[in-house]
């Protein structure tokens, strides 16, 4: 009875237009208020639905380096070929196991990027690829060997996954930009170097992600880091703090 008569009630005093004006201001102060409430969530759903395809991503990446292991005696691929510009570096190298310029692309990467005073673009190739490789430990080629980084530690070419030490600390694949050095651009994305974490800026990009980097680890794990440059990246060029996330003997001075 009394939603009839609040029918009827409006019926009678409704304009033929069929909403009075107080009417709709209530109706957009209402989807104005619900949209203010919407918007916040949404864009940190779409943030996060982008983390979580990177991780998996990443994740897949992990796997494929794991299956290139069984192939080739336990013994981590190169990192860069003699000449990077025909290859194989190892993004290529993993073709053969899923990889591809789909998946070595991180969804965050839609167009123009700014890290570090650098601006460019995501392309498959070892300048611009966005996914680094933890190259100076694991992959070191077309270096003389050993090498030694920072003041205290030495690697050789060829590491064997057999002597990490950690499989869940140790990281292989993350977030990366172009190398730098004050804003000036050197390209080369295709690596992690330790020794120049900080000199060029050749660690896990921690921007990408709202302030936070995605890291696949050698257990295929792959984790969203929040604050790299200060979780898992040493303060200063060659020091031995969070060395073991890097050095897959993880040794100290």
């Not at 992990?62 to 290859?87: C, E, S, W």
């Not at 869940?168 to 050197?186: E, Y």
């Not at 980097?213 to 703090?241: K, R, W, Y």
Request: hydrophobic share 35%.
């Amino acid at each position: 009875m009394l939603i009839e008569w609040i029918q009827r009630n409006r019926t009678e005093k409704r304009s033929p237009s069929g909403f009075s004006l107080m009417e709709m201001l209530v109706v957009i102060s209402l989807i104005t208020m619900l949209m203010s409430f919407l918007l916040p969530a949404l864009g940190k759903a779409k943030t996060n639905a982008k983390r979580a395809l990177c991780a998996s991503q990443v994740r897949q990446l992990t796997t494929a380096n794991v299956q290139y292991l069984d192939d080739h005696g336990d013994i981590f691929p190169p990192h860069r070929a003699l000449n990077m510009n025909t290859g194989p570096n190892w993004y290529q190298l993993l073709e053969s196991y899923g990889n591809n310029a789909e998946l070595s692309h991180c969804p965050e990467l839609g167009g123009t990027q700014i890290d570090y005073g650098v601006t460019w673009q995501w392309s498959y190739n070892y300048n611009y690829i966005g996914y680094g490789y933890n190259g100076f430990f694991l992959g070191l080629f077309s270096h003389p060997a050993p090498q030694t980084g920072g003041t205290y530690i030495s690697v050789e070419r060829w590491t064997n996954a057999n002597r990490v030490k950690d499989t869940s600390k140790l990281i292989v694949f993350a977030d990366s930009h172009p190398k730098t050095n004050a804003g000036t651009n050197h390209g080369v994305s295709l690596t992690l170097w330790w020794p120049f974490i900080n000199r060029f800026t050749e660690g896990v990009n921690g921007n990408r992600h709202i302030g936070a980097g995605i890291v696949g680890f050698q257990d295929t794990h792959a984790e969203i880091v929040s604050d790299p440059e200060n979780t898992i990246q040493p303060s200063v060029d060659g020091s031995p703090e969070f060395i073991e996330y890097w050095d897959p003997l993880q040794r100290q001075p």
